[in-house]
């Protein structure tokens, strides 16, 4: 009993005890809060929230003119969308004033003049070699030092050498095609009425949307731009406009990474990798072939070509990777960056495939060549919906996928489900072969719409770096949708047609497209070659398809919306080609 009461009162010593600590833990880590938010500059990113007065349409901030914001201070959640990694060491950006360069690309110059031309623009742009003076002066007590072995700028990292670049072949003149086929009436009509997919409020006083808000804010369901905008401007902007700050994109198995411009613009990069000759390794399998940044450029041109206007625009550019990457980066980014044993600059960033010490990215000694895509929507301004490829591949060293084996396939399967039984979806999936198949993309394992125009919309032609691999070989299995279906809308079938025919022969045309970017030539032309073969490959296949069914069975109108009938809830349930992980 009187051991029971001692212990009784021990416990109560013991609990008043814990207590104490307990209080005095809560006191030190509240105190420790409260000295950490004094210590930290609150300053810029309270004048983040007061100075954005517009919201970019991509859900960033949009920077006026004059205005000064704190790079890394897109809140987590935007991060997020953008695929930013969700933590940072922001830098200080000390003058945010939106410097646009124009320079005089002239497309219509001639070759030669061009070259020189290009050359000027980039030294123009270059933020530590703008003949004007710097781009965007950084204030150098904020300026983040480099770390030892990064030399400083002005010495020999900004010697002439650096400057040196592919050569361009001897190519063949421009004969004006490209201007005559870009003339003609677009098969794709869209209803002056269609809904768009984002809608931005104008704020009160003058304000004029930025390059690539206006490009946005164009995506309807028919088309990412229409073939009257000025698109050129979009791509002269990826290609010149100066950048505030760079992050890795998380996603996907390759590095790329995500620029952020001066005006609070985004754009998705993806560096160098390969000489243009080399040609995927006859051992390696498409999912594991390395993405080749000109191959991104050129299948856009291709889309535009052909008509679609369902990729979204992509422009080559010359970076400095220690003034254009390095100095912009966060310290995630920056801590994987060496110099090489041949004293050039590289990074081999955070991804699954290609990213090792010995596939890094190397600049030469730090310029390096890397396409710019113009960035879709925020998914919290315009959600995506991911579908995966009914003629998607097995993605596995052993196994076949099931339309390999089954040349029933399309029928039997896919056309009697949802979304492709009605509407546009089949057709557009007809359109996505033959595109592939001309680019030598086997890399379509999913694709992606835009969820606010339901099923009637087209799918979005993205990710195609895996593309233009061998310009010796034709894969055939690509074309399997038109061969198992031999369905093709007939303003597709045209326009190949038309570009079988000299006057706008598609390998000509596309040379000449992209002789207006500024890492031309992109393509060998062996790979323009090929497009005017595999051009011919597919033509004989629908011809094939005609002479088997009938010509009105093969060549479809353009479905219209509405006619298009959403099915039933139930029906929808038993959808097999949902998103799914791999
Ligand atoms: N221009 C763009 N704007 C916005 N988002 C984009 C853009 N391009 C790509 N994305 C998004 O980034 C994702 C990854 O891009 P991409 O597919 O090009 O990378 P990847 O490394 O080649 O991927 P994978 O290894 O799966 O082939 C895409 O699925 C898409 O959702
Ligand atoms: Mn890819």
């Known amino acids: 009993m009187k051991t029971g009461i001692i212990c009784g009162i021990c416990r109560g010593s013991m609990k008043l005890k814990q207590r104490a600590v307990a ?138 050498h650096k400057w040196l670049r592919t050569q361009p072949e001897q190519t063949k003149p421009n004969t004006g095609k490209y201007e005559k086929l870009m003339s003609l009436p677009s098969a794709v009509s869209v209803p002056s009425k269609t809904e768009k997919l984002i809608r931005l409020k104008k704020p009160k006083g003058k304000h004029e949307f930025k390059i690539l808000e206006s490009f946005q804010l164009g995506i309807n369901r028919f088309e990412v731009y ?70 991104e450029i050129a299948a856009f041109h291709l889309d535009r070509i052909l008509d679609f ?19 912009l980066a966060d310290s995630g980014l920056r801590k994987t960056f060496f110099r090489s044993p041949a004293n050039n600059i590289c990074f081999v960033g955070h991804c699954s495939y290609y990213c090792e010490t010995e596939t890094a990215v190397c600049g030469k000694p730090d310029m390096i060549e890397g396409s710019v895509a113009a960035y879709l929507p925020s998914f919290k301004a315009a959600p995506r919906k991911t579908w995966r490829h009914p003629w998607r591949r097995s993605y596995s060293k052993h196994r076949t996928a099931v339309w390999e084996q089954d040349p029933t396939y399309c029928e039997r399967s896919v056309m009697t489900k949802h979304p492709y039984k009605t509407g546009r979806r089949l057709l557009d999936l007809m359109d996505m072969s033959v595109y592939d198949f001309l680019i030598g993309n086997m890399d379509r394992h999913h694709y992606e719409t835009f969820e606010a125009f339901g099923n009637f919309t087209f799918p979005i032609h993205l990710d195609h770096g895996r593309a233009f691999g061998k310009h010796h070989q034709d894969e055939l299995s690509i074309l399997a949708p038109l061969f198992q279906c031999c369905l093709l809308r ?86 097999t080609y949902e998103e799914e992980e791999y």
């Open 23 to 160: 209080v005095m833990v809560g006191t030190a880590i509240t105190t420790a809060l409260v000295l950490m938010i004094l210590t930290v500059d609150l300053k810029p990113v309270s004048m983040f929230y007061q100075s954005v007065r517009v919201q970019s349409v991509q859900g960033g901030p949009v920077v006026e003119d004059g205005q000064q914001v704190r790079a890394g201070d897109h809140p987590v959640h935007l991060r997020r969308q953008l695929g930013k990694s969700a933590s940072r060491s922001g830098g200080t950006a000390a003058n945010l004033t939106v410097a646009r360069h124009t320079h005089e690309l002239d497309p219509l110059a001639d070759s030669a003049g061009r070259h020189e031309h290009k050359d000027t623009a980039y030294r123009k742009t270059n933020s530590r070699t703008n003949a004007e003076g710097p781009a965007h002066p950084r204030d150098p007590r904020t300026r983040r030092t480099r770390p030892k072995g990064f030399p400083d700028e002005g010495n020999f990292y900004n010697s002439d």
């Open 226 to 295: 229409s073939n009257t905008s000025v698109i050129d401007d979009l791509l002269e902007y990826l290609m010149t406009h100066p950048i505030y700050e760079v992050d890795e994109k998380s996603g996907g198995t390759q590095v790329k990474l995500i620029l952020t411009f001066e005006d609070g613009g985004h754009a998705l990069f993806k560096p160098w990798r390969v000489p243009r000759e080399y040609e995927t390794l006859p051992n390696h399998f498409y999912f594991s072939d390395i993405e080749r940044h000109n191959a």
């Open 309 to 327: 206007r369902r990729a979204p625009p992509v422009a080559g550019r010359w970076f400095n990777l220690t003034a254009d990457i390095y100095d």
């Open 490 to 575: 007939e303003s597709t079938y045209k326009r190949l047609q038309l570009l079988a025919t000299e006057e706008y022969l598609l390998s000509d045309v596309m040379r000449e497209s992209l002789s207006r970017d500024m890492i031309f030539p992109v393509l060998l032309e062996a790979h323009l070659e090929a497009l005017d073969r595999r051009l011919q490959t597919i033509l004989a296949q629908v011809r094939r398809c005609i002479s088997r069914k009938s010509e009105k069975a093969v060549l479809k109108p353009e479905p219209r919306m509405e006619d298009y009938k959403e099915p039933e809830p139930s029906a929808k349930t038993g959808e």
